[in-house]
């Protein structure tokens, strides 16, 4: 079977999808898939030829990738080496290859990968895709729409609101009480995203989030635990627990070893890890999810637990949560893939 690894991009977390994208890349060779890995947006330079025989071509697509960094990429250095300009998102060859596979591991993370644009793409040249569909994909990326659906479905989540550039408020205070956390509304890894104590700190967070987008979403700071449960097929896997040694679970925490104690299952009462997977399957269901996503979640001091959002295409990158759900029931990082993948073929 043909399979296509789809990497990279343009988005905040190039980095860490190339990392995903590796690993993917290596666990379904090891399960004996014609399988290669390409960057969305640089895509692949070839003749004719080359291209009608690139899944039997000998060599280690992945072995040029290197580690992530704890800042994010430099993305005007990537946009320069299209030799095209850069005008369509995907690179040379890309759709090509694709529409010869069998089906594309979808690799990629944040705005490009997770906005719904990609996957309606593929849905009009009639490509297999892993992961949800692009409706699905827009609404969970969205912060604020999802907060909405949260609400409608009765799951509970930090009271928020959403801010426009140049229409927030002329005072510059603060709409929710303080603390409060600022988000670019559609960004991910914890990129453009601030906790706030004070006025002057909220101002700061609003200026960092609104260098990633140009809506935010303001809502109330829980102070607690913080958790996440993935859903695959419509069925929770156990929960864990994300304790990072210093300051919140931001880019660098989440993707540089040792930064984070992660706890799998994560220690909790029975009828509040069963809470926590039930709330997970009521936003998969809300949210119109297929496959496979994962929901991040904070417990407030008095055990109260709050949804935050929907992660529509998780890391699979060594430090990566899903992968270890799935290991504390006994599945292996290749056969999570294989996993995913069979989903997207039924």
Request: with cysteine; charged share 25%.
């Amino acid at each position: 079977m043909k399979i296509v690894v789809l990497g990279g991009g343009i988005s905040t977390e190039r980095d860490v999808s190339l990392s995903s994208s590796r690993m993917i890349y290596e666990a379904l060779k090891k399960k004996g898939y014609q399988t290669v890995l390409l960057d969305v947006y640089l895509g692949y330079e070839g003749s004719e030829e080359e291209i009608e025989h690139i899944f039997e071509k000998d060599c280690d697509w992945g072995k040029n990738i290197g580690g992530i960094r704890e800042s994010n990429p430099d993305i005007s250095r990537i946009r320069a080496m299209r030799k095209d300009g850069g005008r369509s998102f995907f690179g040379p060859n890309v759709l090509t290859i694709c529409s010869m596979a069998d089906a594309v591991f979808l690799g990629l993370h944040g705005e490009d990968g997770e906005n719904g644009k990609v996957q309606a793409a593929f849905d009009l040249l009639g490509i297999r895709y892993t992961g949800t569909d692009y409706v699905s994909s827009a609404l969970s990326m969205d912060k604020s729409l999802a907060k909405e659906l949260f609400a409608v479905h009765q799951i509970p989540t930090p009271a928020g609101v959403q801010i426009r550039k140049g229409r927030e408020k002329t005072d510059g205070l603060c709409p929710v009480a303080l603390p409060c956390v600022v988000k670019a509304c559609r960004g991910g890894s914890s990129v453009g995203v601030s906790i706030a104590r004070d006025e002057q700190e909220y101002r700061t967070a609003v200026e960092e989030a609104f260098r990633y987008d140009d809506e935010a979403v303001v809502e109330q700071y829980i102070e607690g635990r913080e958790f996440s449960c993935a859903v695959i097929d419509g069925k929770a896997l156990p929960v864990i627990e994300i304790a990072p040694l210093h300051g919140f679970y931001d880019y660098k925490n989440k993707y540089q070893a040792g930064s984070t104690v992660e706890t799998c299952p994560a220690e909790l009462p029975p009828e509040k890890a069963k809470e926590i997977q039930m709330l997970s399957e009521r936003a998969y269901e809300a949210l119109r999810l297929k496959n496979y996503a994962r929901m991040d979640f904070m417990m407030a001091k008095d055990g109260s637990v709050y949804c935050l959002e929907a992660n529509t295409l998780p890391g699979m990158t060594p430090t990566s949560l899903i992968p270890q759900e799935a290991k504390a029931i006994g599945v292996s990082f290749e056969d999570l893939c294989e996993w995913i993948l069979k989903l997207s073929l039924r």
